[in-house]
């Protein structure tokens, strides 16, 4: 037959059990606005029972554990799809800013420059013989030679940002891995009980989703609940040990890129910051600087062969009008600069001719310009470079629009599995107050029998 004192202990129980569970839900409300904080719930356990004559009698309630309410697929996902909007908003701005650095169409763009310049030789073709024209042809294809190297000079100067925000995004990865591993070493030493610790586990998620946004993650735990984190199925943490990444310089396309390496080996990502950092930088600039120098090479060229048959003012044949071969290099002869009249305009050696001129001013509109099987005119050609870098921006905000809205989408079933509900937990709250107030009645009654008994003897 159970007792008074049994009575009070069942009741003790409930309420220390169902003061825990309050405060397990004043902690979730505490940490509703907690960026990667998972609810909580306390798990009740009956105690062992008690034999008696007439079978087995419980003997009350315990709290066996606080358990962290996660989906551990939900998570895959969600951590997969940071690594995607990363690579892609990364690649969108990126190019976004190429955009602005071409700045077409816009009167002091390069297309613009192109057509300036091929005007100004049909100006001379009409006045061969006066100085205005010359002088005005001199300045455009200064302008048209400073446009080619400002839009080299901003690309170049892009990838050296972009060296540098990749040393930074090396520096932060193994920053959280450092931090990554110094939670494996607490959780470790407080697990020990065999109770997870479930606030640093929080911490520890939130790390490697930071790592996430820069680079493909990949995660294991092991048996002691430290975690096993992979980057790109690279081991950067290794419970309490960190392996970093570095970096260092190579040389490509007439720059220098700053590569990163995994214990000697070239480290290259799947998706995250990294990657569109690398699919932008490595790809699509180099291919914009080839097309302006082979641009700027063929209108050196093509202007040079015709310019060096023909005839300036004092007689003077077999000069060149440009000198370079590239966007970066490409300008004016100086002893044209110097002095206009140097400036070939006739075919046939008299000053009244403008023939040549008008040759190089036709110039404009034959096709000089090749890109696989089709042919194009400078101008075209170079709205075709221009064409290509809209394409790759509006294709990539494409896809950030759709990573995005994918993402919204998995984090929003993550945050109805693992979020914290003000209305379920002061519900929780209500459930628990009256099991509680339930607890302190068969106390108080157990206390009235002990009386009762009392003064019975």
């Avoid at 190297?149 to 450092?178: A, F, M, P, W």
């Avoid at 980057?231 to 190579?250: F, G, H």
């Avoid at 002869?333 to 190089?360: K, M």
């Amino acid at each position: 037959m159970i007792g008074p004192s049994q009575l009070l202990n069942i009741g003790r129980k409930a309420l220390f059990a169902h003061q825990y569970a309050i405060s397990v839900t004043s902690h979730n409300v505490a940490n509703v606005n907690t960026p990667g904080y998972s609810r909580q719930r306390a798990i009740f356990e009956s105690t062992s029972p008690l034999r008696v004559p007439e079978g087995f009698l419980g003997t009350g309630v315990d709290v066996s554990r606080i358990e962290r309410i996660r989906d551990h697929l939900i998570d895959l996902q969600v951590r997969d799809q940071i690594s995607q909007v990363g690579e892609w908003e990364k690649g969108d701005a990126i190019l976004k800013q190429i955009e602005s650095l071409i700045n077409e169409p816009s009167d002091s763009g390069l297309s613009n420059a192109i057509t300036d310049f091929f005007n100004a030789w049909q100006d001379v073709a009409n006045d061969p013989e006066e100085s205005g024209p010359r002088t005005v042809l001199v300045e455009k294809a200064t302008i048209l030679s400073n446009t080619f190297h400002r839009q080299k000079d901003h690309l170049q100067s892009l990838v050296g940002e972009l060296n540098n925000e990749v040393d930074g995004i090396v520096t932060q990865i193994n920053s959280y891995s450092g931090q990554i591993a110094k939670l494996n070493e607490k959780i470790v030493a407080l697990e020990c009980t065999g109770q997870p610790v479930n606030d640093l586990r929080d911490k520890r998620d939130a790390l490697v989703n930071e790592i996430a946004k820069f680079v493909d993650v990949q995660t294991s735990e092991n048996g002691d609940g430290s975690l096993t984190v992979y980057a790109n199925y690279k081991v950067v943490v290794d419970r309490i040990t960190t392996i970093e990444l570095t970096t260092e310089y190579s040389s490509r396309h007439g720059m220098k890129f700053n590569d990163i390496s995994y214990q000697g080996k070239q480290f290259v990502p799947a998706s995250g910051q990294l990657k569109g950092t690398f699919m932008v930088r490595d790809g699509e600039i180099p291919e914009y600087l080839d097309d302006l120098d082979n641009l700027a090479a063929s209108i050196v060229n093509e202007i040079n062969t015709l310019h060096s048959s023909g005839y300036a003012l004092d007689g003077s044949s077999g000069r060149s009008f440009f000198q370079g071969n590239s966007s970066g290099n490409i300008s004016v002869r100086g002893e044209i600069t110097n002095d206009v009249s140097l400036v070939a305009a006739s075919d046939s050696g008299s000053s009244g001719d403008g023939f040549l001129a008008l040759q190089i001013a036709e110039l404009a509109d034959k096709l000089t310009m090749s890109a696989g099987s089709n042919e194009f005119t400078f101008s075209d050609f170079y709205g075709s470079l221009v064409s290509k870098v809209g394409s790759s921006s509006e294709f990539s905000a494409e896809m950030m629009e759709s990573e995005n809205l994918l993402f919204t989408q998995l984090e929003n079933y993550q945050q109805s599995i693992s979020g914290v509900s003000l209305d379920e937990e002061m519900v929780n709250m209500i459930d628990y107050q009256h099991a509680f107030e339930a607890a302190a009645k068969v106390i108080q009654t157990a206390d009235e029998i002990f009386g009762t008994i009392i003064s019975m003897i």
